[in-house]
């Protein structure tokens, strides 16, 4: 999760959390990143349920 973007509706699921953020066009983008150290889970989705759902879905390696 790159540090520059303001993410709003942040929420967690397990261990990774779900923020909906704007591309600079106005665009909505929501993010699934997880928070374990090492993971290093990151994706962009168009919708806030699909990001919810890779959130729910994701298998954390770490843990
Ligand atoms: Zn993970």
């Not at 709003?8 to 600079?24: E, K, L, N």
């Not at 090492?38 to 729910?56: I, N, P, V």
């Amino acid at each position: 999760m790159s540090a520059n973007r303001r993410f709003r509706f942040v929420t967690r699921i397990g261990p990774v959390q779900v923020g909906t953020s704007y591309d600079g066009r106005g665009r909505e983008k929501h993010t699934a990143a997880c928070t374990a150290p090492r993971c290093g889970f990151s994706a962009d989705y168009d919708s806030r349920a699909g990001a919810e759902l890779a959130a729910r879905t994701h298998r954390c390696p770490v843990r």
